[in-house]
């Protein structure tokens, strides 16, 4: 069952190595209607099994939306499935669009998100490439400009690192899209 989630994933009782490793676990994601069902579980056993939580956070996600701002479900069959996405647009695109959710927010689904995160993909992988040919040593970096830029984005990823550690995943979206799109 869910309730023992951490206890299958430490794999307790057949290897204690691993245990010791992952108990407790840093973040339990899970949606915000089963809380009282599998996070309460989850934490009751924990505290009579180990007299501890089972994980340090947890993140609790929203619903996602169809395009009428209704719940998706599958037995409404109102549900878009990610393969024919991914075919279309690729996996980091899809990526690119549950980013931009936030924790505990009801996100609806929009296949012009996905259209803009492909801009941004695009950007990001021919930014990558450039870079990478250009093969120079950090300390052979002359021009103020590229001084600046790599000044800037030392401070994105200060600022993606501490937003990361808050679980802030779509404020680092946002700031690394302005970043991209602004240089």
């Known amino acids: 069952t869910s309730s023992l989630s951490p206890h299958v994933a430490g794999?307790?009782?057949d290897d204690d190595d691993l245990w010791e490793r992952v108990f407790p676990m840093d973040l339990r994601p899970q949606a915000h209607e089963i809380i009282r069902t599998w996070l309460f579980s989850t934490v009751v056993r924990s505290h009579f099994e180990h007299h501890s939580l089972p994980w340090r956070d947890a993140a609790l996600s929203?619903?996602?939306l169809d395009p009428d701002r209704k719940k998706m479900s599958k037995s409404v069959g109102n549900v878009v499935t990610p393969l024919p996405l991914i075919e279309q647009f690729g996996?980091?695109?899809?990526?690119?669009?549950a980013g931009s959710a936030r924790l505990g927010v009801d996100t609806a689904f929009d296949e012009n998100v996905l259209r803009v995160g492909k801009r941004l993909v695009t950007k990001l992988w021919n930014a990558s490439k450039f870079v990478l040919t250009q093969a120079a040593s950090p300390g052979a970096i002359t021009s103020e400009l590229d001084r600046a830029s790599l000044a800037e984005l030392r401070a994105l990823v200060t600022r993606a690192t501490s937003d990361f550690e808050r679980y802030e995943h779509a404020d680092v979206l946002k700031a690394v899209e302005s970043f991209f799109w602004t240089r």
């Open 62 to 64: 929203g619903w996602i």
């Open 91 to 97: 996996a980091d695109t899809l990526r690119y669009w």
């Open 11 to 13: 794999r307790w009782g």
